[in-house]
């Protein structure tokens, strides 16, 4: 019998492959319908400062999402790794003229300035990738445990934690780990 960690190791491969399999039109088709529920939601909690992250590895886009939030002039965030904390994510402000820079992982992030982080506690709404989900809300990442410890006792901190996945994205039930924290919503394209 596989133990869990084996277990989530092949829905991650396999979720990924199905992912990476999304034609051009089913990436945009899912974009568009992600960035309507979003936006619908993140009016009606009245959010101004939302955290979300850059598409990587065939996750659903943001950038309509973030193009539109920065229409109405809301405040949007981007993950940078920790650079003194092992493990863990600051918030960075970002805008049209943010200086970038590619973090170990490959995936673009703002040039850290300490002038741009703003806590968690500050955060509305944080908006984050995932590799597969259940109807439960739980949510299996790429197995770093950046989100989840992000995410950790968000109730206290008032921030609505909300993945984003496309339709192939979701499974049965997703076997769990204590460290792992489900979402408070999930939106599929």
């Known amino acids: 019998m596989k133990n869990t ?93 943010t200086a970038m820079c590619q973090n170990k992982f490959g995936i673009f992030e703002p040039q850290l300035n300490v002038q741009n982080v703003l806590p968690l506690s500050e955060l509305d709404m944080i908006f984050t990738p995932l590799v597969a989900f259940d109807k439960a809300g739980n949510r299996l990442g790429m197995g770093g445990g950046f989100y989840d410890r992000t995410l950790q006792n968000w109730q206290q901190k008032l921030f609505l934690p909300v993945g984003l996945a496309h339709k192939c994205q979701e499974i049965e039930s997703l076997p769990t780990e204590s460290w792992d924290i489900p979402l408070a919503h999930i939106f599929v394209g």
Not at 22 to 29: F, G, R, V, Y
Not at 48 to 64: C, N, V
């Open 5 to 97: 960690s084996q277990l989530r190791q092949q829905i991650r491969q396999k979720i990924r492959q199905n992912r990476q399999k999304l034609t051009a039109l089913e990436q945009a088709q899912a974009e568009n319908s992600i960035t309507q529920q979003a936006l619908a939601f993140i009016e009606k909690h009245n959010a101004q400062h939302i955290a979300l992250y850059l598409a990587f590895d065939g996750e659903i886009s943001t950038r309509g999402l973030i193009d539109a939030l920065w229409a109405q002039g809301k405040s949007v965030y981007l993950p940078v790794l920790h650079p003194f904390c092992a493990g863990h994510l600051l918030f960075l402000r970002y805008l049209p003229e």
